[in-house]
């Protein structure tokens, strides 16, 4: 860097640090706009600018410099984005103004507005080096701005609550009272006594919203005809109150009826319900003052209901996890508390629902001395009824497992039983096999699910000879088995498709072909070491994403 530039950096610097001083020295907007704007012209000599801020979702213009008030006139009304984005109707008026730089100004909650400029005074473009010292002033200038616009919306706040002490002392007494009651018929009386006595009503109607449909909490009109008359209406969008002069332009038959005002009942912006009052007995009209004292009273109102509705809600769902937790345990109960010691195999299985209660199911089931039904299924969907389908799989396999008949017959009767047993398109992927530990022979039957990888060697073997899934339809061709003679040192590997496709952030799947690489690269592992080596494979992968599937894995290693 020449001595020159270090120079200009170091003047740059000191005019930085003495702007930032100054423009943080105060709150008031209009000192800060004229000394980001005044040291933007000074700095880049430039003969006009302006500042625009955003006011709700449109452009203001606060300050200017240079520019005829003709032009100002014809600044264009356009909507403003998050980012500011510069529209075309903008890029127009900057061409009509001669400004010929801009920038966004950008705080901590986004973008608030842009500072525009024109031409230097030496007629020279603006360089790079122009717009970063720009960007520069204005992140720095960013801040004070925010804070000054945020000081003015806590002083007309402040203004504005100064205005309400006096009604917001009364309605705090309501408001304690609705706090007391437990009922929603008692927040409703307390809501109607307190309009009755307050405006000296005779005719009314409390309406509570669930969806599209209505409920009269109270009323002294006749509800067919009032009902009748507020459906031919669009009573969800009535979402500011209503007085005389609206009813009766925009919704004569509620008017013709004696409806004097509706006042909505929100929550969030949502309309919950609606207020409707008839005439006052001294017959005055009901003010401004009235509607909003009406409009606050209400809102209290439905927040009670709505918290009473809230809370019994919340003891249905506490009732329903107590008994999904119970349905869990059940459910843990059918799956096989311990492993069975075999002499020639070492097995390990695991079994994680993604819900409380899920549809994956494993089993080893003794037969025989010697010989174990192995089985691993997956139902279609999760939750309760996946996990109901699952329970009657699981006593369908322990009848089934007792009654000697080889497997491939068997799998014909399961899938008969279930399909008479699911109505609503449900279904089941299902592995099974008979395990011989005093031949080390494995005899299967694969119906529809995920082939089982069996690790001999250094490659991969798939066990897919079988069938269709089972509760699509009954059995019309006969299920096909396969024996296998296993050898020392062989691995197989069952799972559900919660293993293959368990997803991450990127809507990326873990796929089989990860499962085989793991699986090879176990192959000299116990049954429980491969286990935990996948389902930290998983983890890793999924990166803390929430589990989308059940995940259930048996493995067994040929001693």
Known sequence: MTEVESIKVK??????????????????????LNNVLLTCLGKFLAIRGLV???????????????????????????????????????????????LKICERISSSVGCIGFVCLGEKL????????????????????ATAIQNSLVVQEL????????????????????????????ESTKVTRLLVYSLMGQFLVSNY?????????????????????????????????IETPLNRTKLEKSYPELFEIGIQLIVPMQIQGKVKGLIILGKRVNNLDYSDYDI??????????IISLENRRLFKEALEKQKLEEELEFAREIQQNLLPSQIPATN???????????????????????????????????????????????????????????QNIDIATATGLINDLISQNT?????????????????????YVNAGHNPPILVRNNEIIRLSEGGIILGVMKTLLPYNSNSIQLESGDKIIMFTDGVSEAMNPFSQEFSEERLEKIALSTSQFTSNETLQKIKEEIEKFVEGAPQSDDLTMMIIRVR
């Not at 625009?52 to 014809?74: R, T």
């Not at 002083?155 to 437990?182: A, C, P, T």
């Open 52 to 98: 625009a801020l955003k006011e709700g979702n449109h452009f203001q213009i606060k300050l200017s410099k240079g520019i005829p008030d003709e032009v100002l006139s014809i600044f264009p009304d356009v909507s403003a984005d998050k980012d500011c984005e510069i529209k075309e109707e903008l890029n127009s008026f900057f061409e009509s103004a001669h």
């Open 292 to 301: 909003e004292f009406i409009y606050s009273v209400g809102s209290l109102a």
């Open 205 to 237: 109607a409390i309406l509570n919203f669930e969806g599209s449909a209505i409920q009269v909490l109270e009323t002294k009109f006749q509800i067919d005809e009032l009902l009748s008359k507020l459906r031919k209406y669009d009573y969800l969008k």
């Open 122 to 141: 030496n007629g020279k473009e603006y360089t790079d080096d122009d717009r970063e010292f720009l960007k520069t002033i204005l992140n720095i200038a």
């Open 344 to 402: 020639n195999f070492d097995i390990a299985a695991i079994n994680l629902p993604s819900k409380q209660v899920g549809g994956d199911y494993f089993d080893i089931i003794k037969v025989d001395e010697g010989k174990y039904i192995i089985a691993i299924a997956d139902v279609s969907g999760k939750g309760i009824p996946a996990s109901l389908l699952m329970a009657n799989m699981q006593a369908f396999l322990q009848v089934i497992s007792k």
């Open 11 to 32: 003047r740059n610097l000191t005019a930085l640090i003495e702007f930032s001083r100054v423009i943080n020295s105060s709150l008031e907007l209009e000192f800060i």
């Open 423 to 443: 109505s609503d398109g449900r279904f089941i992927t299902f592995f099974w096999a008979l395990l011989d530990d005093n031949e080390k022979r494995l005899t």
């Open 155 to 182: 002083k007309k706040v402040n203004r504005e609550l100064d205005s309400r002490i006096q009604r917001l002392n009364s309605l705090f007494e309501l408001s304690k009272e609705f706090g007391l009651f437990s």
